[in-house]
């Protein structure tokens, strides 16, 4: 394609052409930090549907190894999040070498917290805060499990903060880390997160998963344990690849349910859902 850029991400290479400048310039300042792969895992393209939809009314359409074929285009000007969906795309269909999990995770003192949940229940908004709370962000769009060791590889992509949880992370952050404020997607309005630097010189480094909850953001503090058969039957729901992978995703899932408690917690605000985290961290040390 005429444009391209290449990062890695953890143990993942990515490599993403573009019909267009501009969404590759704002990718290469955001991931300013990060190495590039000398031979990429994936391929992302950007391209026009049409010819002229490169000048005229530029549309954005996703593809690379593998693709959405009813996928619908995006703005140039969401050409950024049309990248980052992009390099989703090729982990949630294409990753074979880990189990994935739609899950955010932080690390500290090499054991690592995983969230998990629906859209909305803040788990993405509750790592990037930790991270800068003196815990490691890990990531907080997949959780890479191995499936030999169980242990959780770094994924610490680009945060993708949306709506209310904007407003969150400026007040924490330099905004320098902050990419372009894109508004009306189709998830609302975004604006992305550089990780920490710490994040991004540590990815390689793997940690044991300690603690998994369920965040639920909205409604009065309170903390249950969570059964089980229950966890499993989320888990499945929450991986990508749990199917493809077979009896070594089951192997790998069910590792994971036995040996890690779990907790569902509700929260109305984040400094209740910070609070919340650190005490049961703490209990975990007890």
Do not use: C
């Amino acid at each position: 394609m005429k444009h391209e850029f290449r990062v890695t991400v953890g143990p993942v290479g990515f490599r993403i052409g573009s019909d267009w400048k501009r969404p590759l310039d704002q990718l290469s300042a955001l991931y300013a930090d990060y190495p590039a792969p000398d031979i990429p895992d994936f391929t992302v393209r950007l391209f026009a549907q049409r010819p002229w939809r490169r000048f005229i009314r530029p549309s954005v359409m996703i593809g690379g190894d593998y693709m959405l074929p009813d996928a619908a285009p995006l703005s140039l000007a969401h050409g950024l999040l049309a990248a980052e969906m992009g390099m989703n795309l090729q982990m949630a269909l294409g990753q074979r070498r880990y189990l994935l999990l739609h899950a955010s995770a932080v690390e500290r003192d090499g054991r690592a917290l995983l969230m998990t949940g629906h859209s909305g229940a803040g788990k993405s908004t509750l790592s990037a805060l930790l991270g800068e709370r003196g815990w490691r962000f890990m990531g907080d769009e997949f959780a890479l499990i191995d499936l030999d060791s169980g242990a959780l590889h770094a994924f610490p992509r680009l945060v993708s903060l949306k709506n209310e949880a904007i407003a969150v992370m400026e007040g924490e952050v330099q905004s320098d880390r902050l990419g372009p404020l894109m508004r009306d997607t189709p998830k609302g309005d975004i604006r992305h997160l550089r990780p920490p630097k710490e994040a991004v010189a540590r990815m390689r480094e793997p940690a044991k998963p300690a603690l998994l909850l369920f965040p639920r953001f909205g409604h009065a503090v309170d903390i249950r344990k969570v059964g089980e058969a229950e966890i499993f039957v989320r888990l499945t729901q929450a991986s990508t690849n749990y199917v493809a992978l077979g009896e070594a995703g089951f192997d790998a899932l069910s590792s994971l349910v036995r040996t890690i408690p779990t907790r569902a917690v509700d929260y109305p605000d984040t400094e209740s859902a910070v609070a919340s985290v650190e005490r049961l961290w703490a209990e975990l040390a007890e």
